[in-house]
Nanobody, 118 residues
Framework: QVQLVETGGGLVQAEGSLRLSCAASGRTFSNYAMGWFRQAPGKGRERVAAISFSGRNTYYADSVKGRFTISRDNAKNTVYLQMNSLKPEDTAVYYC???????????WGQGTQVTVSS
């Protein structure tokens, strides 16, 4: 089992920044690739960023490319999502998740709300 707890959400004005953190406990954090997802009201869940277990490889959805940066600190069992130039359409609940096998995110946090005002 891996337990994940997200923090760092909140209310920010457009063009502002937030940094989300996801602290992991349980099994060895460095064994897992990690992802950040979001879900806005009435919309499906979207994977916005992902990072390999070593941190060498990253993925970004087109909607956030150039604005969001995913990183991880395996010594601190934490993955981060730095979000810059935020837009109202970035408003959503953001979740981190651990990928147990490629394409399967088995463990999820409880989510943190991000609200961007115009």
């Amino acid at each position: 089992q891996v337990q994940l707890v997200e923090t760092g959400g909140g209310l920010v004005q457009a063009e502002g920044s937030l940094r989300l953190s996801c602290a992991a406990s349980g099994r060895t954090f460095s064994n897992y690739a990690m992802g950040w997802f979001r879900q806005a009201p009435g919309k499906g869940r979207e994977r916005v960023a992902a990072i390999s277990f070593s941190g060498r490889n990253t993925y970004y959805a087109d909607s956030v490319k150039g604005r969001f940066t995913i990183s991880r600190d395996n010594a601190k069992n934490t993955v981060y999502l730095q979000m810059n130039s935020l837009k109202p359409e970035d408003t959503a609940v953001y979740y981190c998740a651990a990928e147990s096998v490629p394409g399967e995110y088995e463990y999820w946090g409880q989510g943190t709300q991000v609200t961007v005002s115009s």
